[in-house]
């Protein structure tokens, strides 16, 4: 068998390529996603919240949904079809601390559903709890 004759048998065999399909999955449910976390800001300023509120609860409200469809093994469907598109930052962040979470609960609560959530995440939370707490002290210092 040749050089050409390899090449060709490979480019036969080999499965053809997704990525015009992944792409626009990713695009129209990442965009979905958006459109969600638009709609329930708008939806809480209704409500009367003023835009920092209502933009907070939103962020909160992504939050629970993309860990509750997680434990409920549904993020990870949404995940296969969408690809990068579930990534959308908070969603995203919230399933990457409680799929690891979720699947190491049989080890206990301390070696497993706590050591292993904060595996990925753990370095920002920390640092963005810590980077809070001195910012707030020293807020509090100057105002005080």
């Known amino acids: 068998m040749t050089n050409k004759e390899y090449a ?3 480019k036969r065999m080999a499965p053809k390529s997704k990525t015009l399909r992944n792409c626009f999955n990713a695009f129209w449910i990442g965009g979905l996603i958006c459109c969600l976390g638009q709609a329930l800001m708008n939806g809480y300023a209704a409500l009367g919240m003023n835009k920092t509120d ?5 962020s909160i409200t992504l939050v629970f ?9 549904v993020y990870d469907n949404i995940a296969k079809l969408a690809g990068a598109g579930t990534l959308v930052p908070i969603t ?16 206990g609560f301390i070696t497993g ?3 292993k959530m904060f595996t990925i ?8 709890t810590s980077a809070s707490i ?6 509090w210092l ?3």
Not at 123 to 128: K, M, N, R
């Open 121 to 128: 995440a753990g370095p920002v939370l920390v640092y963005g």
């Open 142 to 144: 100057i105002t005080k």
């Open 54 to 58: 209502s933009g907070t609860v939103t």
């Open 92 to 107: 995203g962040f919230a399933n990457s601390i409680s799929a690891p979470a979720i699947e190491y609960q049989t080890e």
């Open 134 to 139: 001195l910012y707030g002290f020293i807020y």
């Open 8 to 10: 060709d048998m490979v």
């Open 113 to 115: 559903l706590a050591v």
């Open 65 to 73: 949904l993309s860990a509750l469809l997680t434990g409920l093994a």
